[in-house]
């Protein structure tokens, strides 16, 4: 069965850090990953799919890496700001397709303070 | 593109009563619509996936006559949490599969009192 870790389970930064959550999985026969962020008591915000056959993704301030190998992801936040404060999700897909299951760690809470 | 609600947002209910919850891709069909349970400050867990015109495959430990799942289009499935009690009390999350991955949901808060 895959489980997926997140490190750390909480931050807590000044603003303008550069900070790196991690996600390891223990099964590495997965067909994507994707990081995902959530605001308290909401739905889940896509961030960042990476695809098996990828190393990594980037949008805006954020990188997120794959080496799939070693069972690890790293999402990079560049420049934090208190907006990006969530919990941070990471999700592997152990399907075939985009119809596989996810399964999810427990996510990294982030506090960005002024 | 690949918006998915979820209604309602919050719903309070006594104890012993059903609560149904909807979950609708509104700008693509979902072939496939999954809904996770989430505990707080726990991970999110799949309860089930349901298939649009047949019956919807649950998890292992996951009782399939409480938690009645139907996908009857392809833009529409429903979770129905029967006879509720208090460790029933969740947010439940639907999510529904676009062409480059899955989608949520808004999340729905139950408290079953």
């Known amino acids: 069965k895959q489980e997926v870790t997140q490190i750390p389970a909480a931050l807590s930064v000044p603003e303008g850090e550069n900070l790196v959550l991690n996600c390891s999985f223990t099964?590495?026969?997965?067909?994507?990953l994707q990081w995902f962020r959530q605001d308290p008591g909401k739905g889940l915000t896509s961030l960042l799919l990476i695809q098996s056959s990828q190393r990594e993704q980037t949008s805006g301030r954020l990188n997120a890496s794959l080496d799939k190998s070693s069972g690890r992801s790293t999402l990079y936040i560049a420049a934090s700001q208190p907006g990006d404060s969530a919990t941070y999700l990471c999700?592997?897909?152990?399907?075939?397709?985009?119809?596989?299951?996810?399964?999810f760690g427990r996510g990294t809470q982030l506090t960005v303070w002024p | 593109g690949a918006v998915v609600s979820q209604h309602p947002s919050r719903v309070i209910c006594k104890s012993g009563t059903s609560v149904k919850i909807e979950c609708r891709s509104l700008?693509?069909?979902?072939?496939?619509m999954f809904w996770y349970r989430q505990f707080p400050k726990q991970s999110l867990m799949l309860m089930a996936t349901s298939n649009e015109g047949s019956k919807a495959t649950y998890e292992q430990g996951v009782e399939k006559d409480k938690f009645l799942i139907n996908h009857a289009s392809l833009t529409l499935s429903t979770l129905t949490v029967t006879s509720a009690h208090p460790e029933d009390s969740s947010f439940y999350i639907c999510?529904?599969?676009?062409?480059?991955?899955?989608?949520f949901g808004a999340g729905t808060r139950l408290s079953v009192l």
């Open positions: 099964d590495s026969a997965i067909y994507n």
């Open positions: 999700a592997v897909n152990v399907g075939s397709s985009t119809l596989g299951r996810l399964y």
């Open positions: 999510s529904a599969t676009g062409t480059k991955g899955q989608y």
């Open positions: 700008d693509f069909q979902a072939t496939t």
